[in-house]
C-alpha cells in the first residue's frame, strides 16, 4: 500500500485546508512486546475550516485483546474483561480501519506510544506498519504552551476545550476527540501567528524524520520481516555505490538517522545516513 505518491505533496499542505485523522488507544498495559493489547481504538476526522472544529467522522471499536485485562488497567480506562468478551479483535476491524485512515495525516497525543501498538497489531496480523505522516500533538503542546504539566486534560482545560459529554474520561473516542480540537486550536494559533504550511510546524518542532518517515517505516517493517533492502548510497567521498544490504536498526544521532546493516557488498555490518540514500527498494 503506497500511501506517499509526492513527500511534498502533504508536507505544504495550507494549514487553513488541513484535514487529519485524531487516534487514541486504549490497551491492556504498556508494554506491547510482552503481550498487552488494544482493547479500544479510535479515529476522528477533522478538517480546519470545520465550525469549532467538530469532528466529520468517526471509526471507533472497543477490542477484545484475547487476553485479560490487569484491574490496575480497568481502573484507568474502565474497560473490563466482561465489557469487552463479545467484542471484535483486532485482527476483526483491520480492513475498516484502514479503509478509514487511507492516507490521512494522523495526529495523536503521544504518538509513539499509540503507533507502535497500532503497528506492532498490524504486523501480528501479517500487515505492513502504517506509513502515514503522523503528528505528535503532545510535542507540539510542549513547543508552543507553558504550562507545568502536559496530560491531554489539562492541555485543554488550557485552551478551553471541553471534554466531550457523555463520554468517559481515559476513554479513546473521548480523547481522540479532544486532541483532535486541542490540534486544531494550536493550528489556528500559529496561523495568527504567521505559520502557513504543515511543514512550517514540523520545522518549529524540529521534526527532521519527517523528512524520512516513510523511509523509516518502511525499512522498520523490513526488518521485522527480515527481507534485504537494495539502496544506491552517496559515501561521504562522494561517490555513488549500489549495495544491497539486510537492515539490522535504525538509529537515531543528534537528530539525524541512520540505517545499520549487513553489507553483502563489504561482507560486514556497515552503518548508511539516510540523507544519503539516493534510492532504495525492498527486496522479496
Known sequence: MELFHSRQSYLYTPLEELSFISIDTETTGLYPDK???????????????????EPLGFFWYLINPLRSIPEETSQIHGITD??????????????????FINNS?????????????????????????????????????RGFLQLSKYSLENV???????????????GALGDAITNGKVFCTIITQLQSMGYIYLMDI?????????????????????????????IRYLSLQRSISDRLVLPKK??????????????????????????????WEIIG
Open 156 to 170: 485543554a482545560l488550557n485552551l478551553n476545550i471541553s471534554f466531550p459529554q457523555g463520554l468517559m474520561k481515559h
Open 82 to 99: 466482561e465489557i469487552i468478551k463479545y467484542s471484535p479483535s483486532f485482527t476483526d476491524i483491520i480492513p475498516s480501519f484502514l479503509e
Open 35 to 53: 503481550g498487552d493489547k488494544i482493547c479500544e481504538i479510535a479515529a476522528v476526522l477533522f478538517h480546519q475550516k470545520r465550525k469549532h472544529f
Open 250 to 279: 535504525i538509529e537515531e544521532r543528534n537528530k539525524e538517522y541512520f540505517l545499520i546493516a549487513y553489507c553483502y557488498v563489504k561482507n560486514e555490518e556497515r552503518t548508511f545516513a539516510l540523507n544519503r540514500i539516493l534510492s
Open 105 to 141: 495525516i494522523l495526529a495523536a497525543y503521544n504518538s509513539d506510544f499509540d503507533m507502535y501498538f497500532i503497528n506492532k497489531e498490524l504486523q501480528n496480523n501479517g500487515s505492513e506498519a502504517l506509513s502515514n505522516p503522523t503528528i505528535d500533538v503532545l510535542k507540539l503542546a
Open 202 to 230: 514540523l520545522k518549529l518542532l524540529g521534526e527532521k524524520r519527517f523528512e524520512h518517515q516513510e523511509m523509516v517505516i518502511k525499512i522498520t517493517d523490513a526488518i521485522f520481516r527480515e527481507k534485504k533492502l537494495r
